[in-house]
């Protein structure tokens, strides 16, 4: 069987589309949709269901992606060993959102460039990194959504508590009274955040007030670090990983306006495409974030 085949075969199962695989691939549509055609006339079945929006893949589909797509990621990683061999170096592709990867998971990975890693990263939503992983452009990914399907592999990372946060001057104006019926705070301070869907601001007032948030972002940064720097600077409320505003609360910059008895919490993933921990810089990296996520 052409080896070629079984590559767009398997681009066109992770990526879902025969559109984003050409692109995936740098080929044409209509050579893509020829080589699936070319493959299923040769095992005598239809690979993928075609649908308005990208394909689906049949059982057999299905069954022959779990197959030959370990096989096809190891000889890539073969041809990548051939080229990391003149400088000794293996290179390690890792992606995931910009702040975590930032102040987690790139200082945890440093002591392993002195045993031969190097590090690439890529930043993205859950969504975005999810797909770059599953096309072959990154080996490891950090997300916050567990992926579906037997292509990825995931395992739990760590639990972020997210902390109701605010300068000092808000917080002073607010009573207690005030900031238990959540929506009075979101009337009186603005709100800072990554998404006009105020995402984080909606989790938390799900899971602390059981409502949802009345009031539309007055600023929108899609960095939780500039979420920080604006709502420190006294722009409004945020809602915000305790990781990551933690020196901030001690140095009294800014204020919890809440301590529910229950903070809210989301959950990171590490995710690999399945079978690539057979890899050695990919398995020890996997390993090395896991031991220190134990103390995040």
């Known amino acids: 069987m052409d080896l070629a085949l079984l590559r767009t075969f398997v681009t066109v199962h992770r990526a879902g589309s025969f559109t984003r695989a050409a692109a995936l691939l740098g080929l044409s549509q209509p050579a893509v949709t020829g080589q699936i055609r070319t493959l299923e006339r040769q095992l005598g079945r239809p ?7 990208g394909v ?3 059982t057999i589909g299905d069954e022959l992606a779990h197959r030959a797509a370990p096989h096809l990621d190891a000889l890539v990683e073969i041809t990548e060993a051939g080229l990391d061999e003149e400088t000794g170096v293996r290179t390690l592709h890792l992606a995931g959102p910009p702040e975590f990867v930032a102040l987690r998971a790139l200082p945890a990975l440093t002591p392993l460039i002195s045993q031969g890693l190097a ?11 999810l797909e770059g992983l599953a096309a072959g452009h990154h080996d490891l990914a950090i997300t916050t959504a567990r992926p579906r399907g037997g292509l990825l592999t995931a395992t739990p990372l760590c639990d972020e508590e997210h902390v109701l946060i605010a300068s000092p001057r ?3 104006r607010l009573g ?11 009337e009186q301070l603005p709100v800072v955040e990554v998404h006009e869907s105020l995402p984080l601001v909606s989790r938390y007032w799900a899971a602390v007030f059981d409502s949802r948030p009345a009031a539309a972002g007055a600023v929108i940064a ?5 979420v920080l720097e604006t709502a420190a600077s006294g722009a409004g409320l945020a809602v915000l990983p305790r990781y990551l505003c933690e020196e901030d609360l001690r140095s009294g910059r800014v204020v919890a306006l809440l301590d529910p008895p229950v903070p809210p919490l989301r959950t990171y993933f590490l995710v690999v495409r399945t079978g690539t921990l057979a890899l050695p810089h990919i398995a020890r990296a996997h390993e090395w974030l896991l031991r220190a996520a134990v103390d995040w």
């Open 222 to 226: 899609p960095d939780l670090r500039a």
């Open 176 to 186: 207690p009274g005030e900031l238990r019926g959540g929506h009075v705070v979101l």
């Open 56 to 58: 689906t893949p049949t």
């Open 119 to 129: 590090l690439r990263a890529s930043f993205g939503n859950a969504e975005e990194t």
């Open 170 to 172: 808000w917080a002073a």
């Open 47 to 53: 690979l993928f269901l075609r649908q308005a929006r």
